[in-house]
Protein backbone atom coordinates (compact mmCIF):
# COMPACT_ATOMS: atom_id res chain seq x y z
CA UNK A 1 0.00 0.00 0.00
CA UNK A 2 2.98 2.50 0.98
CA UNK A 3 4.86 1.37 -2.10
CA UNK A 4 1.27 2.55 -3.88
CA UNK A 5 0.94 5.75 -2.60
CA UNK A 6 5.16 6.39 -3.29
CA UNK A 7 4.59 5.67 -6.46
CA UNK A 8 1.37 7.58 -7.17
CA UNK A 9 3.35 10.84 -4.93
CA UNK A 10 5.92 9.97 -7.43
CA UNK A 11 3.30 10.36 -11.01
CA UNK A 12 1.60 13.69 -9.14
CA UNK A 13 5.41 15.02 -9.13
CA UNK A 14 6.37 14.13 -12.60
CA UNK A 15 3.07 15.64 -13.90
CA UNK A 16 3.52 18.88 -11.77
CA UNK A 17 7.23 18.85 -13.41
CA UNK A 18 6.06 18.34 -16.56
CA UNK A 19 3.25 21.25 -15.91
CA UNK A 20 5.90 23.23 -15.55
CA UNK A 21 7.74 22.39 -18.06
CA UNK A 22 5.03 23.74 -20.70
CA UNK A 23 6.10 27.11 -21.70
CA UNK A 24 2.57 29.58 -22.06
CA UNK A 25 2.35 32.44 -23.70
CA UNK A 26 1.51 34.84 -21.55
CA UNK A 27 4.33 33.46 -19.44
CA UNK A 28 7.13 34.75 -21.84
CA UNK A 29 5.67 36.39 -25.03
CA UNK A 30 3.50 39.66 -25.77
CA UNK A 31 0.63 39.50 -28.71
CA UNK A 32 2.46 40.77 -31.51
CA UNK A 33 6.15 39.33 -33.56
CA UNK A 34 9.53 39.68 -33.91
CA UNK A 35 10.85 39.27 -37.25
CA UNK A 36 14.41 37.68 -37.59
CA UNK A 37 16.13 38.36 -41.19
CA UNK A 38 19.15 36.61 -41.36
CA UNK A 39 21.68 35.54 -44.33
CA UNK A 40 22.08 32.13 -45.26
CA UNK A 41 25.90 31.83 -46.97
CA UNK A 42 28.03 28.80 -48.72
CA UNK A 43 28.16 26.49 -50.67
CA UNK A 44 27.08 21.98 -51.41
CA UNK A 45 29.71 21.40 -48.39
CA UNK A 46 29.06 24.19 -45.61
CA UNK A 47 26.46 26.81 -44.63
CA UNK A 48 26.41 29.44 -42.05
CA UNK A 49 23.79 32.15 -41.04
CA UNK A 50 24.14 35.62 -39.50
CA UNK A 51 21.56 38.43 -38.59
CA UNK A 52 20.78 41.06 -40.58
CA UNK A 53 18.11 42.51 -38.54
CA UNK A 54 15.63 41.86 -36.08
CA UNK A 55 12.33 43.63 -36.18
CA UNK A 56 8.88 44.14 -33.64
CA UNK A 57 5.75 44.06 -35.89
CA UNK A 58 2.43 44.42 -34.73
CA UNK A 59 0.48 40.81 -34.87
CA UNK A 60 1.13 37.24 -34.00
CA UNK A 61 -0.47 35.05 -35.71
CA UNK A 62 0.79 31.46 -34.85
CA UNK A 63 -0.57 29.08 -32.52
CA UNK A 64 -0.35 30.10 -28.61
CA UNK A 65 -0.35 27.06 -27.17
CA UNK A 66 1.08 24.92 -29.43
CA UNK A 67 4.83 26.79 -29.12
CA UNK A 68 6.88 23.84 -29.50
CA UNK A 69 6.79 22.41 -33.13
CA UNK A 70 6.81 18.68 -33.27
CA UNK A 71 6.48 17.99 -36.79
CA UNK A 72 10.40 18.02 -37.23
CA UNK A 73 9.80 19.10 -40.92
CA UNK A 74 12.10 20.85 -42.74
CA UNK A 75 15.58 21.91 -43.16
CA UNK A 76 16.28 24.34 -40.50
CA UNK A 77 14.50 25.12 -37.16
CA UNK A 78 14.51 28.17 -34.99
CA UNK A 79 14.37 27.88 -31.45
CA UNK A 80 13.88 30.46 -28.81
CA UNK A 81 15.56 29.49 -25.30
CA UNK A 82 14.39 31.66 -22.17
CA UNK A 83 17.77 33.12 -21.14
CA UNK A 84 17.39 33.25 -17.66
CA UNK A 85 16.15 29.38 -17.10
CA UNK A 86 17.76 28.05 -20.40
CA UNK A 87 14.28 26.84 -21.35
CA UNK A 88 12.77 25.61 -24.89
CA UNK A 89 9.81 28.23 -24.98
CA UNK A 90 9.17 28.36 -29.29
CA UNK A 91 10.24 26.38 -31.86
CA UNK A 92 9.41 26.29 -35.56
CA UNK A 93 11.02 24.22 -38.37
CA UNK A 94 10.92 25.71 -42.06
CA UNK A 95 12.67 25.18 -45.12
CA UNK A 96 14.67 27.79 -47.82
CA UNK A 97 14.90 28.05 -51.32
CA UNK A 98 18.78 28.45 -50.39
CA UNK A 99 19.01 24.70 -49.10
CA UNK A 100 17.74 23.45 -53.03
CA UNK A 101 20.16 25.78 -54.14
CA UNK A 102 22.76 23.97 -51.89
CA UNK A 103 21.72 20.79 -53.94
CA UNK A 104 22.73 22.44 -57.23
CA UNK A 105 25.79 21.36 -59.62
CA UNK A 106 26.88 25.52 -59.29
CA UNK A 107 26.89 24.90 -55.41
CA UNK A 108 29.74 22.57 -55.81
CA UNK A 109 32.34 25.35 -57.21
CA UNK A 110 30.99 28.75 -56.25
CA UNK A 111 29.79 29.94 -52.40
CA UNK A 112 26.38 32.17 -52.41
CA UNK A 113 24.04 34.69 -49.93
CA UNK A 114 20.92 34.87 -49.65
CA UNK A 115 18.26 36.40 -48.01
CA UNK A 116 16.02 34.47 -45.22
CA UNK A 117 13.30 35.83 -42.76
CA UNK A 118 11.45 33.66 -39.65
CA UNK A 119 9.33 35.69 -37.19
CA UNK A 120 8.85 34.32 -33.80
CA UNK A 121 6.22 35.48 -31.04
CA UNK A 122 8.08 38.77 -29.76
CA UNK A 123 9.83 38.02 -25.81
CA UNK A 124 8.68 39.94 -22.88
CA UNK A 125 12.37 39.12 -21.28
CA UNK A 126 15.79 38.13 -22.83
CA UNK A 127 16.00 35.10 -24.81
CA UNK A 128 18.69 33.00 -26.90
CA UNK A 129 17.41 32.66 -30.47
CA UNK A 130 19.17 29.78 -32.43
CA UNK A 131 18.86 28.65 -36.10
CA UNK A 132 19.52 24.70 -36.39
CA UNK A 133 20.06 23.32 -39.65
CA UNK A 134 19.48 19.49 -40.98
CA UNK A 135 22.61 17.80 -42.10
CA UNK A 136 21.95 15.47 -44.90
CA UNK A 137 24.63 13.57 -44.01
CA UNK A 138 22.53 12.11 -40.97
CA UNK A 139 19.35 13.86 -41.43
CA UNK A 140 20.01 15.66 -37.91
CA UNK A 141 20.01 18.95 -37.37
CA UNK A 142 22.81 20.59 -35.84
CA UNK A 143 23.55 24.78 -34.36
CA UNK A 144 23.91 27.45 -37.12
CA UNK A 145 23.82 30.68 -35.30
CA UNK A 146 23.06 31.28 -31.67
CA UNK A 147 22.68 35.06 -30.40
CA UNK A 148 21.04 36.90 -27.27
CA UNK A 149 18.20 39.28 -28.14
CA UNK A 150 17.04 41.75 -25.66
CA UNK A 151 13.73 42.48 -26.79
CA UNK A 152 14.27 46.48 -25.25
CA UNK A 153 17.27 47.05 -27.42
CA UNK A 154 17.46 49.98 -29.48
CA UNK A 155 18.82 47.78 -32.52
CA UNK A 156 15.26 46.29 -32.95
CA UNK A 157 13.65 48.26 -35.73
CA UNK A 158 10.35 49.17 -34.44
CA UNK A 159 9.25 51.44 -37.84
CA UNK A 160 6.11 51.10 -39.67
CA UNK A 161 6.42 49.65 -43.47
CA UNK A 162 4.46 50.60 -46.43
CA UNK A 163 0.69 49.86 -45.38
CA UNK A 164 -0.67 48.11 -48.33
CA UNK A 165 -4.33 47.84 -49.62
CA UNK A 166 -5.21 44.57 -47.72
CA UNK A 167 -8.72 42.80 -48.41
CA UNK A 168 -10.00 40.07 -45.81
CA UNK A 169 -10.77 37.17 -48.71
CA UNK A 170 -12.51 35.59 -45.44
CA UNK A 171 -12.25 36.18 -41.51
CA UNK A 172 -13.69 33.16 -39.68
CA UNK A 173 -12.04 34.36 -36.56
CA UNK A 174 -8.68 35.23 -33.96
CA UNK A 175 -5.58 34.65 -36.56
CA UNK A 176 -4.04 32.68 -33.38
CA UNK A 177 -6.50 30.12 -33.20
CA UNK A 178 -6.93 30.01 -37.39
CA UNK A 179 -4.72 29.40 -40.49
CA UNK A 180 -4.05 32.99 -41.97
CA UNK A 181 -3.40 32.28 -45.50
CA UNK A 182 -2.14 35.33 -47.05
CA UNK A 183 -1.73 35.90 -51.33
CA UNK A 184 0.68 38.43 -52.06
CA UNK A 185 0.43 40.17 -55.25
CA UNK A 186 3.24 40.01 -57.83
CA UNK A 187 3.62 41.71 -61.10
CA UNK A 188 0.30 43.18 -60.82
CA UNK A 189 0.58 47.25 -61.17
CA UNK A 190 -1.94 49.36 -59.99
CA UNK A 191 -4.45 49.69 -61.97
CA UNK A 192 -4.14 46.01 -62.31
CA UNK A 193 -4.94 45.63 -58.18
CA UNK A 194 -8.83 44.84 -58.94
CA UNK A 195 -7.51 41.73 -61.00
CA UNK A 196 -5.34 40.62 -58.11
CA UNK A 197 -8.36 41.17 -55.62
CA UNK A 198 -10.55 39.08 -58.15
CA UNK A 199 -7.76 36.29 -58.94
CA UNK A 200 -7.61 35.83 -55.15
CA UNK A 201 -11.03 34.88 -54.21
CA UNK A 202 -10.59 32.55 -57.14
CA UNK A 203 -7.54 30.74 -55.95
CA UNK A 204 -9.24 30.49 -52.60
CA UNK A 205 -12.97 29.18 -54.23
CA UNK A 206 -10.16 25.97 -56.24
CA UNK A 207 -8.64 25.11 -52.38
CA UNK A 208 -11.84 24.96 -50.34
CA UNK A 209 -13.70 22.64 -53.67
CA UNK A 210 -10.29 20.26 -52.83
CA UNK A 211 -10.73 17.76 -50.14
CA UNK A 212 -9.86 17.87 -47.08
CA UNK A 213 -9.68 21.57 -47.18
CA UNK A 214 -13.24 21.29 -48.01
CA UNK A 215 -14.16 20.07 -44.62
CA UNK A 216 -12.12 22.66 -43.02
CA UNK A 217 -12.96 26.12 -44.64
CA UNK A 218 -13.99 27.50 -40.75
CA UNK A 219 -11.11 26.55 -39.64
CA UNK A 220 -9.34 29.68 -42.66
CA UNK A 221 -8.74 33.42 -42.58
CA UNK A 222 -7.69 34.50 -46.42
CA UNK A 223 -5.91 37.86 -46.85
CA UNK A 224 -5.15 39.72 -49.74
CA UNK A 225 -2.30 42.28 -49.93
CA UNK A 226 -1.99 43.81 -53.05
CA UNK A 227 1.42 45.89 -53.59
CA UNK A 228 1.69 47.23 -56.65
CA UNK A 229 4.54 46.68 -59.03
CA UNK A 230 6.17 48.51 -61.80
CA UNK A 231 5.60 46.26 -64.56
CA UNK A 232 3.11 43.93 -65.10
CA UNK A 233 4.53 40.05 -65.23
CA UNK A 234 7.67 38.19 -64.13
CA UNK A 235 11.09 37.55 -65.56
CA UNK A 236 11.61 34.76 -68.28
CA UNK A 237 15.46 35.01 -67.69
CA UNK A 238 15.84 32.09 -70.43
CA UNK A 239 14.31 33.78 -72.73
CA UNK A 240 15.64 36.95 -72.04
CA UNK A 241 12.78 39.09 -70.45
CA UNK A 242 13.06 40.91 -67.00
CA UNK A 243 10.58 42.91 -65.50
CA UNK A 244 10.28 45.64 -62.81
CA UNK A 245 8.34 43.60 -59.90
CA UNK A 246 7.68 44.23 -56.32
CA UNK A 247 9.09 40.84 -55.52
CA UNK A 248 11.47 39.73 -58.24
CA UNK A 249 10.35 36.76 -59.02
CA UNK A 250 10.98 34.77 -62.40
CA UNK A 251 11.26 31.41 -64.31
CA UNK A 252 13.99 29.66 -64.65
CA UNK A 253 15.63 28.82 -60.89
CA UNK A 254 18.62 26.77 -61.23
CA UNK A 255 17.80 26.44 -65.30
CA UNK A 256 14.43 25.19 -65.25
CA UNK A 257 12.02 26.87 -67.30
CA UNK A 258 8.64 26.03 -65.40
CA UNK A 259 10.21 26.43 -61.96
CA UNK A 260 9.22 29.99 -60.66
CA UNK A 261 10.39 31.48 -57.64
CA UNK A 262 12.10 34.42 -56.05
CA UNK A 263 15.41 34.32 -53.97
CA UNK A 264 14.56 37.22 -51.94
CA UNK A 265 12.35 36.88 -48.77
CA UNK A 266 12.55 40.24 -47.35
CA UNK A 267 10.43 42.47 -49.96
CA UNK A 268 7.69 39.38 -49.09
CA UNK A 269 7.96 39.85 -44.97
CA UNK A 270 8.23 43.95 -45.77
CA UNK A 271 5.12 43.45 -47.56
CA UNK A 272 2.68 41.28 -45.03
CA UNK A 273 4.39 43.16 -42.13
CA UNK A 274 0.87 44.88 -40.20
CA UNK A 275 -0.83 41.60 -41.68
CA UNK A 276 -1.54 37.98 -39.73
CA UNK A 277 0.68 35.55 -41.56
CA UNK A 278 0.67 31.88 -41.45
CA UNK A 279 0.98 30.91 -45.23
CA UNK A 280 2.17 32.67 -47.90
CA UNK A 281 1.12 32.73 -51.59
CA UNK A 282 2.71 34.89 -53.92
CA UNK A 283 0.26 35.55 -57.06
CA UNK A 284 1.93 36.11 -59.91
CA UNK A 285 0.78 38.33 -62.89
CA UNK A 286 1.69 36.11 -65.53
CA UNK A 287 0.18 33.03 -67.99
CA UNK A 288 2.81 30.15 -67.94
CA UNK A 289 2.59 26.93 -66.76
CA UNK A 290 5.08 27.24 -63.41
CA UNK A 291 5.23 27.19 -59.74
CA UNK A 292 7.29 26.34 -56.47
CA UNK A 293 6.76 26.02 -52.70
CA UNK A 294 9.14 25.45 -49.72
CA UNK A 295 7.32 24.27 -46.48
CA UNK A 296 6.76 27.14 -44.44
CA UNK A 297 8.63 29.49 -46.67
CA UNK A 298 6.29 30.40 -49.35
CA UNK A 299 4.64 29.14 -52.52
CA UNK A 300 4.05 30.72 -55.92
CA UNK A 301 2.08 30.56 -58.70
CA UNK A 302 0.72 32.25 -62.10
CA UNK A 303 -2.76 33.35 -62.12
CA UNK A 304 -3.36 33.16 -65.74
CA UNK A 305 -2.79 29.76 -67.03
CA UNK A 306 -5.48 26.84 -67.25
CA UNK A 307 -4.06 24.48 -65.12
CA UNK A 308 -2.62 27.15 -61.93
CA UNK A 309 -5.56 26.49 -59.60
CA UNK A 310 -4.15 22.75 -59.62
CA UNK A 311 -0.67 23.71 -59.43
CA UNK A 312 -1.24 26.27 -56.67
CA UNK A 313 -3.14 23.43 -54.58
CA UNK A 314 0.20 21.21 -55.39
CA UNK A 315 2.23 24.16 -54.58
CA UNK A 316 0.48 24.79 -51.25
CA UNK A 317 1.17 21.46 -50.03
CA UNK A 318 4.84 21.55 -49.63
CA UNK A 319 4.66 25.20 -48.51
CA UNK A 320 1.65 24.69 -45.72
CA UNK A 321 1.71 20.78 -45.06
CA UNK A 322 5.42 20.09 -45.28
CA UNK A 323 4.39 17.41 -48.50
CA UNK A 324 7.36 16.33 -50.96
CA UNK A 325 7.14 15.58 -54.38
CA UNK A 326 5.29 12.10 -55.31
CA UNK A 327 6.66 12.11 -59.05
CA UNK A 328 9.66 10.90 -60.18
CA UNK A 329 9.56 11.69 -63.80
CA UNK A 330 10.30 15.11 -64.61
CA UNK A 331 13.35 17.70 -65.22
CA UNK A 332 14.75 19.02 -61.90
CA UNK A 333 18.08 21.13 -61.31
CA UNK A 334 18.85 18.63 -57.82
CA UNK A 335 21.16 15.96 -57.83
CA UNK A 336 20.64 13.40 -55.23
CA UNK A 337 18.29 15.23 -53.19
CA UNK A 338 17.61 12.81 -50.98
CA UNK A 339 20.00 10.32 -48.12
CA UNK A 340 18.62 7.07 -49.42
CA UNK A 341 20.03 5.49 -46.54
CA UNK A 342 18.03 7.65 -44.13
CA UNK A 343 13.87 8.37 -44.19
CA UNK A 344 13.38 11.57 -45.36
CA UNK A 345 11.26 14.29 -43.32
CA UNK A 346 8.34 14.76 -45.67
CA UNK A 347 5.30 12.62 -44.54
CA UNK A 348 4.38 10.87 -47.70
CA UNK A 349 7.06 9.60 -49.34
CA UNK A 350 9.30 6.75 -47.45
CA UNK A 351 12.77 5.42 -48.11
CA UNK A 352 11.48 2.32 -46.40
CA UNK A 353 14.14 3.23 -43.75
CA UNK A 354 11.84 3.61 -41.40
CA UNK A 355 8.35 3.15 -42.35
CA UNK A 356 6.76 3.02 -38.76
CA UNK A 357 7.16 6.69 -39.00
CA UNK A 358 5.23 7.21 -41.80
CA UNK A 359 1.83 5.57 -43.17
CA UNK A 360 2.50 1.90 -42.12
CA UNK A 361 -0.77 1.76 -40.03
CA UNK A 362 -3.00 3.25 -42.54
CA UNK A 363 -2.19 -0.20 -44.14
CA UNK A 364 -4.60 -2.90 -45.16
CA UNK A 365 -2.85 -6.02 -43.79
CA UNK A 366 -2.99 -7.49 -46.37
CA UNK A 367 -1.45 -4.97 -49.27
CA UNK A 368 2.24 -5.89 -50.03
CA UNK A 369 5.05 -3.64 -49.35
CA UNK A 370 6.42 -2.77 -51.69
CA UNK A 371 2.97 -2.83 -53.70
CA UNK A 372 2.82 -3.62 -57.51
CA UNK A 373 2.02 -0.65 -59.68
CA UNK A 374 -0.43 -2.49 -61.58
CA UNK A 375 -4.01 -0.94 -62.95
CA UNK A 376 -6.25 -3.50 -60.00
CA UNK A 377 -4.24 -1.49 -57.56
CA UNK A 378 -5.31 2.08 -58.95
CA UNK A 379 -6.98 2.94 -56.32
CA UNK A 380 -5.17 0.88 -52.95
CA UNK A 381 -3.29 2.65 -50.48
CA UNK A 382 0.35 0.82 -50.87
CA UNK A 383 3.83 1.83 -50.94
CA UNK A 384 4.90 2.47 -54.77
CA UNK A 385 8.05 2.60 -56.20
CA UNK A 386 9.27 6.26 -57.61
CA UNK A 387 9.23 9.63 -55.88
CA UNK A 388 10.82 12.44 -54.52
CA UNK A 389 12.30 12.98 -58.08
CA UNK A 390 13.86 9.05 -58.25
CA UNK A 391 12.16 6.08 -59.99
CA UNK A 392 14.29 3.64 -57.18
CA UNK A 393 14.60 3.57 -53.61
CA UNK A 394 12.37 6.31 -52.71
CA UNK A 395 8.08 5.14 -52.73
CA UNK A 396 5.02 6.77 -52.59
CA UNK A 397 1.22 6.08 -51.15
CA UNK A 398 -0.45 6.24 -54.18
CA UNK A 399 -0.18 6.09 -57.89
CA UNK A 400 -1.56 9.05 -58.00
CA UNK A 401 -2.02 11.93 -55.84
CA UNK A 402 -1.98 16.11 -56.03
CA UNK A 403 1.65 15.75 -55.40
CA UNK A 404 2.89 13.30 -57.98
CA UNK A 405 -0.16 13.87 -61.18
CA UNK A 406 -2.31 17.11 -59.78
CA UNK A 407 -5.11 14.62 -59.28
CA UNK A 408 -7.07 14.17 -55.92
CA UNK A 409 -4.69 14.36 -52.38
CA UNK A 410 -3.64 10.50 -51.38
CA UNK A 411 -5.20 9.82 -47.60
CA UNK A 412 -1.68 10.00 -46.12
CA UNK A 413 -1.39 13.50 -47.79
CA UNK A 414 -4.70 14.37 -46.51
CA UNK A 415 -4.03 13.59 -43.16
CA UNK A 416 -0.75 15.86 -43.32
CA UNK A 417 -2.73 18.39 -44.49
CA UNK A 418 -5.23 18.32 -41.30
CA UNK A 419 -2.49 17.66 -38.77
CA UNK A 420 -1.01 21.20 -40.20
CA UNK A 421 -4.50 22.95 -39.71
CA UNK A 422 -5.09 21.05 -36.40
CA UNK A 423 -1.69 22.64 -34.85
CA UNK A 424 -2.29 26.38 -36.79
CA UNK A 425 -5.72 26.17 -34.84
CA UNK A 426 -3.86 25.30 -32.05
CA UNK A 427 -5.17 21.79 -31.28
CA UNK A 428 -3.93 18.52 -30.51
CA UNK A 429 -1.61 17.73 -33.44
ZN1 LIG B 1 0.02 12.09 -51.64
Not at 198 to 223: C, G, I, M, S
Request: charged share 25%; with cysteine; aromatic share 14%.
Amino acid sequence: MKKMLLLSAAAALLSLSAAAQTPTFDQYFENKSLRVDFALSGNAETQSAAIQQLREEPVWSGPKHNLIDKFQYGGYYINVYDKASNQLIYSRGFNTLFEEWRTTEPAKHESQSWNNSASIPYPKQNVIVEITARDRKDMKFYPLMKTEVDPKSIFIDRGKLKENRVVAIQQNGDPTEKVDLVFVAEGYTAEEEDKFIADAHRFAEALFKTAPYDQRRQDFNVWAVAIDSEESGTDYSGKGIYKNTALNTGYYTFGVDRYLTTQDMKPIRDAVWNVPTDAIFLLINADTYGGGGMYNFYACGTAGHPKTPEVFTHEFGHSFAGLGDEYYSSEVAYSEFYNLDYEPWEPNITTLKDFGSKWKDMLDATTPVPTPATPENQELLGVYEGGGYVSKGIYRPKQSCMMNDLKAFCPVCQRAILRMIDYYCDREY
